[in-house]
């Protein structure tokens, strides 16, 4: 099994659209829990930071974690094409145990908005 | 805003060449990472670093990888020997402190090894 499983998609939705991006994993040393963005052939952008499970909301952006079900998700709010972009999950383990901030990721997921 | 910044963006080299490429990180953070990106693959981790030495590595991060803090603000990742396989998008990044974990990437370095 692997640690962190995403589905690569592509998903494509039409402008104004909520999205919603999963991962699940295996590893249930997993504390720390990210959502980057990725545009093509550049650097993974960060989203949101989480720890442990719950919700946290910034703008049209949510991430929520519910470490019972080893399950992540990120919710996008009125999507814009703007927000056409592979989505990565990372997750980490608790530094200075298992971990010095080594992040897991998952495949990515496309996402396209239509306009 | 503060950004890590890497050089080259691109790099070309023949097989059995050494590499090295540079990174910036953002000025106070104190744990620096590389990471690869092989084209259609996940990132995958190669090595955190931190108080210049290496805190951990991946099983990718052989002796043909070494990585330096040559002076206050680069972080360099040696190839020594560069195989077809290493051609990938190498990407840095940093981070305030090991248990905050939000890191910041930079924009990458594609390398091709020919």
């Known amino acids: 099994q692997k640690e962190v499983e995403q589905d690569p998609g592509p998903l494509s939705v039409p402008e104004g659209a909520i999205v919603s991006l999963n991962c699940t994993y295996s590893n249930s040393a997993f504390q720390y829990f990210m959502w980057y963005r990725q545009y093509s052939r550049k650097g993974p952008e960060l989203l949101m930071y989480t720890y442990s499970s719950g919700n946290k909301e910034d703008g049209r952006f949510t991430a929520q974690v519910d470490k019972s079900s080893k399950y992540i998700s990120l919710f996008i709010r009125d999507s814009q094409p703007s927000d056409s972009a592979t989505y990565l999950c990372a997750m980490t383990a608790n530094a200075g145990g298992t971990s010095y901030g080594k992040l897991t990721f998952g495949q990515g997921t496309i996402l396209t908005v239509h306009p | 805003e503060p950004e890590v910044t890497q050089t080259p963006s691109h790099q070309v080299t023949q097989m059995g060449q050494e590499v090295i490429l540079r990174c910036v990180p953002i000025?106070?953070?104190?744990?620096f990472y590389w990471y690869r990106q092989i084209l259609g693959q996940k990132v995958e981790f190669l090595v955190s670093?931190?108080?210049?030495?290496?805190?951990?590595k991946s099983e990718i991060f052989d002796d043909q990888f070494s990585v330096e803090r040559p002076d206050g603000s680069n972080f360099t990742l040696k190839i020594r020997s560069t195989k077809l396989e290493d051609s990938a998008m190498y990407f840095c990044a940093s981070s305030l402190l090991a248990g905050d974990n939000e890191q910041f990437f930079g924009p990458g370095t594609r390398l091709t090894v020919l």
């Open positions: 000025s106070n953070h104190l744990y």
């Open positions: 670093f931190y108080n210049n030495e290496i805190s951990e």
